[in-house]
Nanobody, 121 residues
Framework: QVQLVESGGGLVQPGGSLRLSCAAS????????MAWYRQSPGKQRELVAA???????NYADSVKGRFTISRDNAKNTVYLQANSLKPEDTAVYYC???????????????WGQGTPVTVSS
């Protein structure tokens, strides 16, 4: 059906930057909201940022001014540019994409496999 492949995670020092990518592929008719979530050990998964098909964005207060979400509709890809990273940004980051497989089908959310981000000196 639909596959989401994430990349870009890794180890970065405090104050550094990373760019995460998530590419969707498969039998896709249309893509709606694309989002990034994160989950730290012992914590619930939380929304980091989301972007609509029209480019409207929404951010968690903890990342406003530091993270930027964007999308390339031609490539079915969503990005997360993370700047001024802090140790508390350490988590596994997951992309979530709303997809319709046909114009008559309902929207279905798909999750990526997760990419770890570690912010440490």
């Amino acid at each position: 059906q639909v596959q989401l492949v994430e990349s870009g995670g890794g180890l970065v020092q405090p104050g550094g930057s990373l760019r995460l990518s998530c590419a969707a592929s498969g039998s896709i008719f249309s893509i709606g909201i694309m989002a990034w979530y994160r989950q730290s050990p012992g914590k619930q998964r939380e929304l980091v940022a989301a972007i609509s098909g029209g480019g409207i964005t929404n951010y968690a207060d903890s990342v406003k001014g530091r993270f930027t979400i964007s999308r390339d509709n031609a490539k079915n890809t969503v990005y997360l540019q993370a700047n001024s990273l802090k140790p508390e940004d350490t988590a596994v980051y997951y992309c979530n994409v709303g997809v319709r497989l046909d114009k008559t089908w309902p929207w279905t959310n798909y999750w990526g496999q997760g990419t770890p981000v570690t912010v440490s000196s």
